[in-house]
């Protein structure tokens, strides 16, 4: 696609090596240190031996987990009977340690330590480390995903899990469709017009929040024509031209944000029904309003907060940012 002139804003970069090798890296929940192990899941001899020395995260209905020490409790299967082991997912591995996801309801009270409290995934990816929050997010997200293909999309009979918890197979011998898991595709975007980005705000956010921009992705829709169509109806500005940032995913409940930067081409905003307002900021406004504490930016675990951050340190320097996130 041409670029558009240079009125309409400055060139975007496009190579990953414009704001590091692999950008994607810095978001939460993402490069986990898990080898999934997809070959082994149909394996169910395999998966019986691990068992025996693997580590469990718990999970409730609100999508809390098991915690101890304001960290990840891993629950080891010792003493856990049959029944427990028949409603674990396989997780993978990490440095020969096995992992299981386990709801809640399959471990009876007593089987939980006194000690033990549940805990949220949004507090757990601001305080926890990379691989525990990453793991809780992946557990929450396959155990989500379950508890809503209990039945077949094709002929409402009951559906059996299989292949370690990772495939849904009907009960019906004339059907027998397998479900696997599914994430749901959505778009992020921070939108450029020279010198100025355009945020938005929900009203049910916290006074003075701003934001970047995002919607699902429709059927036959690319990620970028997405872009361009989510901007178009919630503020009325007209994309000229979208370069992919980074992705993460997103287990509220259970989405793939697919960041990127765009270009205005016009940038006449028209305020759509999602949002309460929308409006240009210079770089040094925003970082103004941010400090004096009249404004506020997206949570520091969603990759809205890169796109922010990113296009701050281009327009005012990488300190600039670090001076806010201790704020």
């Not at 998966?47 to 809390?64: Q, S, T």
């Amino acid at each position: 696609m041409p670029r558009p002139p240079a009125a309409a804003g400055r060139p975007l970069p496009s190579e990953p090596g414009a704001a590091g090798s692999e950008r994607s890296r810095r978001n939460r929940f993402t490069g986990l240190a898990l080898d999934r192990r997809d070959e082994w899941r149909a394996d169910a001899a395999r998966i019986g031996a691990l068992w025996r020395e693997a580590r469990l995260v718990c999970v409730d209905f609100e999508g809390r987990a098991l915690t101890r020490d304001a960290g990840l409790l891993a629950l080891p299967t010792a003493g856990l009977d049959e029944s427990v082991q028949a409603a674990a997912s396989f997780l993978g591995t990490h440095d020969d340690q096995p992992w299981f996801a386990l709801p809640a309801t399959a471990l009876a009270e007593r089987q939980r330590p006194a000690d033990a409290t549940w805990g949220g995934l949004r507090e757990a990816a601001a305080r926890w480390p990379h691989f525990e929050s990453g793991l809780f997010a992946y557990a929450k997200a396959l155990l989500l995903w379950q508890s809503r293909a209990r039945h077949c999309g094709a002929c409402g009979s009951v559906t059996t899990l299989i292949r370690a918890g990772h495939c849904a197979r009907c009960s019906n011998p004339e059907c027998q469709l397998q479900q696997f898991p599914r994430t749901d595709a959505a778009i992020i975007v921070i939108v450029t017009d020279g010198s100025r980005c355009l945020l938005g705000r929900q009203a049910g956010w916290p006074p003075g929040r701003y934001s970047t921009l995002a919607g699902f992705v429709e059927p036959g829709e690319s990620l970028e024509d997405a872009v361009r169509r989510e901007v178009r109806e919630e503020a009325g500005v007209q994309v000229a031209e979208a370069v992919y940032h980074s992705s993460q995913p997103w287990p509220f409940p259970g989405a793939l944000m697919v960041g990127f930067r765009a270009i205005a081409g016009d940038s006449t905003i028209r305020i759509g029904e999602e949002l309460e307002d929308a409006r240009w900021f210079e770089a040094a406004d925003l970082v103004a309003r941010v400090r004096s504490g009249d404004m506020g930016l997206p949570p520091a675990i969603s990759v809205s907060r890169r796109l922010v951050e990113d296009w701050l340190a281009d327009e005012l320097g990488q300190d600039v940012v670090e001076s806010l996130r201790e704020l």
